[in-house]
């Protein structure tokens, strides 16, 4: 069974990796690999596992409206972390919010990455003109702050469109804006990585047999410039998340209907004043564990790809 | 030197044409502004006299320039939801956003500063080790969750200090101030070390990075070993040579502060320019946002400006430098 040696190799290779040996040595890295790993799991299967659907207003009772964490006196042991205006359980609904802002998170990383990675590749490949245009458009984007710029693109879309689609759109809308303001990173780095690489035997061979450009680019220096990206797509991850929170704390993200972890602590913040305080203190908890987790892989992974540091 | 000042200068004049432009787009594409202005059953005519009236008719490019020249007049158009002009709203809200910049910048420099200057010394004291962790969570914490944690303990639970809003004001001309009232004083304390929290993190880190590099120099050793002060070598020579670095990132920071100020008034209800903006985009009022945006583009574009010179001015090795790589 080839396939069977090929993947068995694959891991004992991994095992002997300086990567993974890294990986062993820090308990920290562990810990956070192992928070951020139960998240992701936990967003994917959010509707199947979580004790109440909150989606589901059938099942809402108001009589258990503004409930405190179970350990608190009027608590009840279903409402682990309590309830909040709506009787909703907080537990689940923050499940099911890290389910939104992850899914955000990944497929506004995927589209800065792909944009990004494509556009650097080009404009150090290429140079020339095509590499000053690229590179001036991510001067200037680059001296605003990235939240400014999502703003802007989130309220153009709101004004283009009509109010009921706006709120179904709001979560492809935020994609959109957190992508397209935070591609520059994976574009300068690629750009310099490139500009390095296109001068090495192994280009220059591909040129003289006539490979397309194309195909250097995409099939040969591609792979040899994906360290750090991969590195920064992991901070981005965490940026990403915050930055969608943030959004929907302002009011301008994701509706309340299917609330990401940003939203549901804009809600809370409503009822602080009133004592019922779990309600935004949990989903910033979560928030912060989920980001700090994601932060700390990155910077672990940062260093472990980074042959300099060893 | 001269044509470097000229090529910055006019890379920004390029930044604010292309701001405008988008500024300008907004105004055009979103929405007909014929619509808002004239009453539901006006007929196709009335509503062609008032387009031609407003100068709406006209080919693109001479829009843009009319665009243009009212921007630099400061006519900024009305608001559509209140009805008022925009550059007075805007005049109302300034002296907030930049009063609670002023402060949060302040924190950020008399916390920042010493605290690196401390950890730098002391590397391995467990005061430092102390301060250097709660950095890291003060860095993954987001802005608006400090806040909520803030108004939580010293709002909710203690009671001490005010949740919203500016307090009582004084007004003086144009400018409303809350430096001059207890209870302004007293508001400004919570929302600047939200906003400034950040930046005091950056900061002292940036500071204690320096002093690091700067503690190992010769210099340092023989200013030691002449026999001076720890005082006199620690803060004359050590402190003052990671001085260039810092007041150049602290200064690019002051544009961060503008532009993450949004999220700290909203937070604590300030009245703001960041609260004006946010409320403007949830109701679509298209001449405060574009307003907003070429203000605050400006304010980024001059800072970098700024900085870049002083950078030139202060540091004679990038002189050097330009000239090589120029040939």
Same mark, same amino acid.
């Given at each position: 069974?080839?396939?069977?040696?090929?993947?068995?190799?694959?891991?004992?290779?991994?095992?002997? =990796?300086?990567?993974?040996?890294?990986?062993?040595? =820090?308990?920290?890295?562990?810990?956070?690999?192992?928070?951020?790993?139960?998240?992701?799991?936990?967003?994917?299967?959010?509707?199947?596992?979580?004790?109440?659907?909150?989606?589901?207003? %059938?099942?809402?009772?108001?009589? !258990?409206?503004?409930?405190?964490?179970?350990?608190?006196?009027?608590?009840?042991?279903?409402?682990?972390?309590?309830?909040?205006?709506?009787?909703?359980?907080?537990?689940?609904?923050?499940?099911?919010?890290?389910?939104?802002?992850?899914?955000?998170?990944?497929?506004?990383?995927?589209?800065?990455?792909?944009?990004?990675?494509?556009?650097?590749?080009?404009?150090?490949?290429?140079?020339?003109?095509? !590499?000053?245009?690229?590179?001036?458009?991510?001067?200037?984007?680059?001296?605003?702050?990235?939240?400014?710029?999502?703003?802007?693109?989130?309220?153009? %879309?709101?004004?283009?469109?009509?109010?009921?689609?706006? !709120?179904?759109?709001?979560?492809?809308?935020?994609?959109?804006?957190?992508?397209?303001?935070?591609?520059?990173?994976?574009?300068?780095?690629?750009?310099?990585?490139?500009?390095?690489?296109?001068?090495?035997?192994?280009?220059?061979? %591909?040129?003289?047999?006539?490979?397309?450009?194309?195909?250097?680019?995409?099939?040969?220096?591609?792979?040899?410039?994906?360290?750090?990206?991969?590195?920064?797509?992991?901070?981005?991850?965490?940026?990403?998340?915050?930055?969608?929170?943030?959004?929907?704390?302002?009011?301008?993200?994701?509706?309340?209907?299917?609330?990401?972890?940003?939203?549901?602590?804009?809600?809370?913040?409503?009822?602080?004043?009133?004592?019922?305080?779990?309600?935004?203190?949990?989903?910033?908890?979560?928030?912060?564990?989920?980001?700090?987790?994601?932060?700390?892989?990155?910077?672990?992974?940062?260093? %472990?790809?980074?042959?300099?540091?060893? | 030197?001269?044509?470097?000042?000229?090529?910055?200068?006019?890379?920004?004049?390029?930044?604010?044409?292309?701001?405008?432009?988008?500024?300008?787009?907004?105004?055009?594409?979103?929405?007909?502004?014929?619509?808002?202005?004239?009453?539901?059953?006006?007929?196709?005519?009335?509503?062609?006299?008032?387009?031609?009236?407003?100068?709406?008719?006209?080919?693109?490019?001479?829009?843009?320039?009319?665009?243009?020249?009212?921007?630099?007049?400061?006519?900024?158009?009305?608001?559509?939801?209140?009805?008022?002009?925009?550059?007075?709203?805007?005049?109302?809200?300034?002296?907030?956003?930049?009063?609670?910049?002023?402060?949060?910048?302040?924190?950020?420099?008399?916390?920042?500063?010493?605290?690196?200057?401390?950890?730098?010394?002391?590397?391995?004291?467990?005061?430092?080790?102390?301060?250097?962790?709660?950095?890291?969570?003060?860095?993954?914490?987001?802005?608006?969750?400090?806040?909520?944690?803030?108004?939580?303990?010293?709002?909710?639970?203690?009671?001490?200090?005010?949740?919203?809003?500016?307090?009582?004001?004084?007004?003086?001309?144009?400018?409303?101030?809350?430096?001059?009232?207890?209870?302004?004083?007293?508001?400004?304390?919570?929302?600047?070390?939200?906003?400034?929290?950040?930046?005091?993190?950056?900061?002292?880190?940036?500071?204690?990075?320096?002093?690091?590099?700067?503690?190992?120099?010769?210099?340092?050793?023989?200013?030691?070993?002449?026999?001076?002060?720890?005082?006199?070598?620690?803060?004359?020579?050590?402190?003052?040579?990671?001085?260039?670095?810092?007041?150049?990132?602290?200064?690019?920071?002051?544009?961060?502060?503008?532009?993450?100020?949004?999220?700290?008034?909203?937070?604590?209800?300030?009245?703001?320019?960041?609260?004006?903006?946010?409320?403007?985009?949830?109701?679509?009022?298209?001449?405060?946002?574009?307003?907003?945006?070429?203000?605050?583009?400006?304010?980024?574009?001059?800072?970098?400006?700024?900085?870049?010179?002083?950078?030139?001015?202060?540091?004679?090795?990038?002189?050097?430098?330009?000239?090589?790589?120029?040939?």
């Amino acid at each position: 069974m080839p396939v069977w040696h090929h993947l068995r190799d694959l891991v004992r290779r991994f095992l002997a =990796s300086d990567v993974f040996y890294s990986f062993r040595r =820090s308990p920290t890295v562990m810990i956070a690999f192992g928070l951020t790993l139960l998240f992701m799991v936990a967003a994917a299967l959010a509707p199947w596992i979580v004790p109440h659907n909150t989606y589901e207003v %059938a099942s809402l009772n108001l009589m !258990d409206a503004f409930l405190p964490p179970a350990w608190v006196e009027g608590g009840k042991l279903t409402y682990l972390l309590g309830t909040d205006d709506q009787g909703r359980d907080v537990f689940s609904t923050i499940v099911l919010g890290a389910r939104v802002s992850l899914l955000v998170g990944f497929a506004s990383v995927f589209l800065a990455l792909t944009m990004g990675v494509a556009l650097g590749l080009i404009a150090g490949y290429v140079g020339g003109i095509t !590499d000053s245009i690229i590179m001036r458009v991510a001067d200037v984007k680059l001296s605003f702050p990235a939240i400014l710029i999502v703003l802007l693109i989130d309220g153009v %879309a709101r004004g283009l469109l009509p109010r009921d689609l706006h !709120d179904k759109a709001a979560v492809y809308v935020i994609i959109l804006a957190i992508g397209l303001s935070t591609w520059i990173q994976y574009a300068r780095t690629v750009r310099g990585l490139t500009l390095v690489e296109k001068n090495k035997e192994y280009v220059q061979a %591909a040129r003289v047999i006539g490979l397309h450009p194309i195909l250097i680019m995409f099939r040969h220096v591609l792979p040899n410039v994906m360290g750090p990206v991969l590195v920064i797509g992991t901070l981005g991850l965490g940026i990403a998340v915050l930055t969608e929170s943030t959004l929907s704390f302002l009011g301008v993200g994701v509706p309340p209907t299917e609330p990401s972890l940003g939203t549901l602590i804009r809600i809370g913040n409503n009822f602080l004043f009133s004592g019922e305080w779990w309600m935004a203190i949990f989903p910033g908890l979560f928030l912060v564990i989920l980001v700090l987790s994601v932060n700390l892989l990155g910077d672990w992974l940062r260093d %472990a790809l980074n042959p300099k540091l060893r | 030197m001269f044509a470097y000042i000229i090529r910055r200068a006019l890379q920004s004049i390029l930044v604010m044409a292309a701001v405008a432009f988008v500024a300008f787009a907004l105004f055009q594409y979103m929405g007909d502004p014929i619509n808002q202005m004239v009453a539901q059953d006006a007929t196709l005519e009335q509503r062609d006299a008032l387009r031609k009236l407003l100068g709406l008719d006209r080919p693109f490019y001479v829009q843009f320039l009319l665009f243009l020249k009212n921007l630099l007049t400061g006519n900024f158009g009305f608001s559509f939801r209140v009805g008022t002009p925009v550059a007075q709203i805007i005049a109302e809200r300034m002296p907030a956003t930049l009063e609670l910049v002023f402060v949060a910048a302040l924190f950020a420099l008399f916390v920042g500063v010493p605290a690196g200057v401390y950890t730098g010394l002391h590397r391995h004291g467990a005061i430092s080790r102390f301060m250097l962790t709660v950095s890291l969570i003060g860095v993954s914490l987001p802005t608006f969750l400090i806040g909520i944690l803030l108004i939580l303990i010293f709002a909710v639970m203690l009671g001490w200090l005010p949740s919203f809003g500016r307090g009582q004001t004084v007004q003086l001309g144009f400018w409303s101030t809350g430096f001059l009232t207890a209870s302004g004083l007293k508001a400004l304390i919570l929302p600047s070390i939200t906003l400034g929290l950040f930046q005091t993190t950056l900061i002292m880190r940036l500071v204690r990075a320096e002093m690091l590099e700067v503690l190992r120099a010769d210099y340092i050793k023989f200013a030691r070993a002449r026999g001076l002060t720890n005082r006199a070598v620690n803060f004359g020579h050590a402190l003052k040579n990671t001085l260039v670095p810092v007041i150049t990132i602290a200064g690019l920071q002051i544009g961060g502060l503008i532009a993450f100020a949004i999220i700290t008034e909203t937070v604590f209800q300030w009245p703001g320019m960041g609260f004006l903006f946010i409320t403007s985009i949830q109701f679509v009022d298209v001449p405060i946002m574009s307003t907003y945006l070429v203000l605050v583009a400006l304010c980024f574009v001059i800072i970098n400006l700024i900085v870049d010179l002083l950078y030139f001015a202060v540091d004679p090795r990038l002189r050097i430098d330009r000239s090589v790589s120029a040939h």
